[in-house]
């Protein structure tokens, strides 16, 4: 078998990414993942970056499935040498895209909580919580949120995944969701990325 691509100097010089032959990642991601690609570039696109990599499931993905967290990585940084375009800024607008698909398929997350503070709040103590009794299986971020008062909020990201750019576009697309004008300020508060802190301040 050829050696795990995940070892390859030059990415893990250049970029964050990191993950083990063990970890694992929900289906929806994926088939998510290259619907958006699809969507935003074609699917030769799709085609391409599957081509271009090495992956067990040979891309076949369903969402109910699980399969190996590598993958994605590999989808999307194969997405980014192809259309020649940062693999965080690819990732946060995944977060966007992302957020839509959560709307249409779980929607009471969206409807039990009428602001953006606690819907963020509760993506911790509550959809994420639902989350992992319906897939076990699933490796969730830690957020910690801390409310100052009723216009300033902090959630430290904090994930051995370093995917915070995927926080960030959902984070601004929840923002967005409930009409509110917040300003979103990120600040990196580990070297690696594991621990990114998300600053939002209400300002209406
Ligand atoms: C209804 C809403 C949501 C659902 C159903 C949901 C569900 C999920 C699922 C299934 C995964 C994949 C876990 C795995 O593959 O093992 C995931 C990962 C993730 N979720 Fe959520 N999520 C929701 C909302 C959010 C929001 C609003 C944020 C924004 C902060 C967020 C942040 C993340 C991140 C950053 C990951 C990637 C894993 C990591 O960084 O460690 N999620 N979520």
């Not at 958006?36 to 499931?57: C, H, N, P, R, W």
């Not at 971020?141 to 995927?166: G, H, W």
């Not at 960030?168 to 004008?181: A, F, P, V, W």
Request: hydrophobic letters at 40%.
């Amino acid at each position: 078998m050829s050696p795990d691509p995940f070892v390859k100097e030059e990415w893990t010089n250049k970029y964050i990414f990191t993950t083990t032959k063990k970890a694992k990642m929900k289906g929806i991601v994926f088939t998510e993942f290259l619907d958006m690609v699809e969507e935003k570039f074609g699917y030769e696109v799709v085609d391409q970056i599957i081509e271009d990599a090495q992956l067990e499931s040979k891309g076949v993905y369903t969402s109910v499935g699980t399969y190996k967290h590598s993958e994605i990585v590999q989808l999307l940084m194969n997405l980014s040498d192809t259309v020649k375009v940062d693999p965080n800024v690819l990732l946060k607008e995944f977060g966007i895209y992302l957020f839509d698909t959560f709307l249409k398929t779980y929607p009471t997350f969206f409807t039990s909580v009428d602001n953006a503070f606690d819907f963020l709040e509760s993506i911790d103590k509550h959809i994420h919580v639902e989350v992992l009794k319906l897939y076990p299986d699933a490796t969730l971020p830690k957020f910690l949120s801390e409310r100052f008062d009723d216009n300033s909020m902090i959630m430290t990201y904090i994930s051995d995944r370093k995917m915070s750019a995927l926080a960030h576009g959902l984070i601004e697309r929840s923002i967005k969701h409930y009409r509110e004008d917040y300003s979103l300020e990120i600040e990196n508060i580990s070297e690696d990325g594991s621990k990114v802190k998300f600053i939002i301040k209400n300002n209406s």
